[in-house]
């Protein structure tokens, strides 16, 4: 398997970008328009994009979504922003698997890990979102400036582990790609903490070596420089801060956030966590548990207090690899901001599974397994609980407005979607505003989407500006005001109604 994973991963490469359009073949003629997507696109002449992004310190995100949405005027060319960052992931999940050969080269773990993290690239549910969501288009854009951050820096460390020694040019290196990966999104700077995670894990000694706590202080520092940096760019552009980027340092909450929130996620391996299903509340810690006991039983540092304090520190790291949500006033463990850290839990679980198969013949079916684990949960996470209800509930949305709708029309009465419309057809949960949950359902969506809908069918774009919206969270409440509702001129719509007939 050595040779199958280094010497010949060109066969690997080749298999990258095919494997993301089995994947994510939808991408390239699905027609929808999810949540923040319609707000970003109907206001893409404005500045407002960018001012959404810069507040939340993410300055390049803001001039890189004023630039894309600017470009395109119509619902059905969101698609080319996903392809864009469908694209993107390819050529990241390259950049990876280049730096990743090299980092277990250093380490005394199992090329099998090399694969199998390709895998976890093209089909984490992370990685879903990013690509289905235009809204999360920039994130690859985050995690590769991470890797040339990261690899920079330690790269240089291991030629020189005895005796640290940086040169300014790798350290001005690392601290700028560092700083524009933390101006893009800050949850996926993370990703500078992987090859030092992986080197600790591999030592497998209580105390971390010189490398490892280089990598940690280089951590820290680029998070302060970066502060002073946003501090800045707002004072320039006579801007405030976002409530978002609040900092929140009440340490027990944010452990008990951690363990019901990240952990969970992480520990069930790429299958989507339901807080309310008890087969996800068994199955991640059925997990947990099998990696603890492999960790005590392996090399790990000798004596049961060295084990206990060698897991709490794998423990402190994960939670460091997420310090962006960590220390952020919000606790909101969404998909979108747990790539990190769950690639992080996948390669260590995933190297413990490994270690058990002393034979190449074991670890080949423990590759094919894990590898059809991943690719099938992904596979499954984007077209049936993200794109295939997304895409029926905008086309009947869509159908029922260009029949039924006339430039006449100056009201739209607007009865928005239950949260759970999709489960009784597609069999969806709901997962926070990523997963399984109506576009229509939100309260923001109704205005721009109708209005976007007017301008795509009259190029009337003060037309569709006149046009009122009036939005209802239920059919109930609509029932209740329909006495006073000027039914002359307007035009009535039940997302309920229409996604069911």
Not at 312 to 324: D, M, N, S
Not at 326 to 351: G, K
Not at 486 to 496: A, C, E, F, Y
């Amino acid at each position: 398997m050595h040779k199958a994973t280094l010497h010949n991963s060109r066969i690997y490469y080749f298999l990258i970008p095919l494997l993301f359009i089995l994947v994510y073949f939808q991408v390239f003629f699905a027609d929808y328009a999810y949540l923040d997507e319609i707000h970003q696109l109907w206001h893409n002449d404005d500045n407002s994009n960018f001012l959404m992004f810069h507040t939340q310190g993410r300055w390049l995100t803001g001039l890189l979504f004023k630039k894309l949405f600017s470009s395109i005027s119509r619902i059905e060319q969101i698609k080319y922003l996903r392809i864009f960052s469908l694209a993107g992931w390819v050529l990241t999940t390259f950049i990876w698997g280049y730096f990743f050969r090299k980092w277990l080269r250093a380490f005394n773990l199992k090329q099998e890990l090399w694969w199998v993290s390709l895998a976890y690239f093209i089909c984490g549910i992370s990685v879903c979102v990013y690509i289905g969501w235009a809204s999360c288009m920039e994130a690859f854009l985050a995690i590769a400036f991470g890797l040339l951050s990261t690899n920079t820096l330690f790269i240089n460390l291991m030629k020189q582990e005895k005796k640290i020694q940086l040169s300014g040019k790798a350290i001005s290196a690392s601290l700028f790609f560092g700083i524009v990966s933390l101006f893009i999104y800050q949850p996926s700077f993370g990703i500078f903490l992987i090859p030092f995670f992986l080197k600790y894990i591999d030592r497998k000694k209580v105390k971390p070596d010189p490398v490892v706590i280089t990598g940690l202080i280089f951590y820290f520092a680029t998070y302060i420089v970066y502060y002073f940096c946003f501090k800045y760019s707002l004072k320039g552009y006579h801007i405030e801060a976002s409530t978002r980027t609040e900092v929140h340092f009440d340490i027990l909450k944010k452990i008990s956030f951690f363990f019901s929130g990240p952990f969970p996620q992480g520990f069930s391996i790429n299958l989507l966590f339901y807080a309310g299903s008890i087969f996800s509340q068994v199955f991640y810690v059925l997990v947990f548990v099998a990696w603890l006991v492999i960790t005590f039983r392996r090399n790990s540092p000798q004596g049961f207090t060295g084990k206990i304090f060698f897991v709490a520190v794998i423990l402190f790291l994960l939670a460091l690899v997420y310090l962006p949500s960590m220390i952020a006033a919000e606790n909101f463990p969404s998909y979108r901001t747990l790539f990190v850290f769950n690639l992080a839990v996948f390669i260590m679980v995933m190297e413990s599974l490994f270690s058990l198969a002393k034979e190449e013949r074991v670890r080949k079916t423990w590759l094919v397994i894990t590898s059809a684990w991943v690719l099938g949960t992904g596979f499954y996470a984007f077209n049936f609980q993200f794109i295939n209800p997304l895409k029926k509930e905008y086309s009947v949305l869509r159908n029922f407005f260009r029949e039924h709708y006339k430039p006449s029309v100056t009201q739209v009465y607007f009865i928005r979607a239950d949260k759970f419309l999709f489960s009784s057809q597609f069999h969806t949960k709901v997962y926070r505003d990523e997963l399984g949950a109506p576009s229509t359902y939100r309260d923001w969506v109704p205005e721009p989407i109708i209005r976007q809908m007017i301008l795509e069918l009259t190029n009337d774009r003060s037309l569709a500006e006149r046009t009122t919206v009036v939005q209802f969270e239920n059919e109930a409440i609509y029932n209740q005001s329909s006495k006073n509702i000027d039914r002359v001129n307007s035009l009535v719509i039940d997302m309920n109604l229409l996604f069911t007939q």
